[in-house]
């Protein structure tokens, strides 16, 4: 399974504004809307790290180059991507006048951190330092974007410095996390084999029963990353049909 670990960052909107508080800005006040200026992703495995941007490889291409890594994905994994990097990357290949990429599966790590476990904050930066012992590549602030819009190479390269960390926190994340994910593509039903459904191994452990209003059912534990699965038939007493399923 090809699981791309994807991040973008964008600029912000521009507009005539007549105060700094509690304003609603009506859309004959927007200058220019905020979009994507540059994106970094990975195949989880992989060493290399991709990165383009709007200052060196130009708009279209910036754009194009991912829509081929989506393309190429059978799933995606990013933090708070499905409300966020998405849904702007969806828009900017729309505005290309690309169609949708092959379909593929999300695995947002935020919905992870945010309903299977009570820490006080689910922001990555924090997830990062709690359960990474590592954290976000360090910048001014708003500033690094403004200089960044100026055209300021020095703002560029820690731009791209801190867009490629937060992809490889992703991937570390992602692998810390991975038996704790709900709704993962399982690898058993993509490889037609008893593998374990999150991580692909094929040392599963039996490890008792679920009991289904359809009947009882054998569960297994993978050696490797600790998820748990089932098999996909019941078990009669006699027979076990070792299918795993997440």
């Not at 593929?104 to 935020?110: A, E, H, N, T």
């Not at 945010?114 to 360090?138: C, G, H, I, M, V």
């Not at 403004?146 to 992809?167: P, Q, S």
């Not at 692909?200 to 490797?224: H, I, M, P, W």
Request: with cysteine; net charge neutral; charged share 25%.
């Amino acid at each position: 399974m090809k699981i791309l670990a994807i991040d973008i960052e964008t600029r912000p909107s521009l507009a005539y504004v007549w105060g700094l508080w509690d304003e609603n800005i009506p859309l004959d006040r927007l200058i220019e809307s905020g979009e994507m200026i540059c994106w970094a992703a990975k195949w989880l495995g992989e060493k290399k790290v991709e990165f383009a941007d709007v200052q060196h490889d130009g708009k279209k291409k910036m754009i194009k180059q991912a829509w081929e890594l989506l393309n190429e994905a059978d799933a995606v994994t990013h933090y708070n991507g499905k409300r966020f990097d998405v849904p702007y990357l969806q828009r900017a290949f729309l505005e290309e006048g690309l169609t949708p990429p092959s379909p593929y599966r999300q695995i947002d790590l935020y919905d992870t951190v945010k309903r299977q476990f009570n820490f006080p904050s689910s922001k990555l930066q924090y997830a990062a330092e709690y359960l990474l012992n590592d954290t976000k590549t360090k910048h001014s602030g708003f500033d690094l974007w403004t200089r960044c819009m100026e055209g300021d190479e020095a703002a560029w390269k820690l731009m791209k410095k801190y867009n490629i960390h937060d992809v490889v926190l992703t991937e570390m994340l992602y692998n810390k996390l991975l038996p704790w994910i709900k709704g993962h593509p399982s690898y058993g039903a993509l490889e037609g084999e008893n593998l374990c459904p999150k991580c692909g191994e094929s040392d599963l452990k039996k490890n008792g029963f679920v009991f289904l209003q359809t009947g009882r059912y054998q569960c297994f534990r993978c050696k490797s990353c600790g998820a748990h699965s089932r098999a996909t038939k019941r078990y009669d007493g006699t027979t076990i049909t070792e299918a795993p399923n997440s």
